[in-house]
């Protein structure tokens, strides 16, 4: 049971990674926040998330998502990016987020 029946995960301030299907195959987490210092997210980290719904970021340091870190979560998930950021770095963002496996349906706020 344990973990997999998370709800809510906030990932904090001071963690600067997300291994590698950490967090794959949680079927009830529904929202998902990341700190200011989280650089990179691994491979398939939130694969098979069905209720994924609300992905926040607090922060833009997001270097590199990798390969299906969002592959199988909801298809009407929303993504909100960090006010006040460039609009390079916004699209850049959601160029890494599309291809980390987000549905074509993803609202980016």
Sequence with gaps: KGFKSLKKVT???????????????????????????????????????????????????????????????NSKISVTLPKGISAKKRNSMKSMIRRAGVSKNATFK
């Design 11 to 73: 990932i904090g301030s001071n963690v600067t990674s997300v291994r590698r299907e950490s967090f794959a195959g949680c079927t009830k987490l529904t929202e998902v926040s990341f700190g200011k210092k989280v650089s990179n997210i691994g491979k398939k980290a939130f694969y098979g998330c069905k209720k994924l719904k609300k992905v926040i970021f607090l922060g833009s340091s997001v270097k590199t998502m990798k390969y299906r870190a969002f592959k199988n979560t």
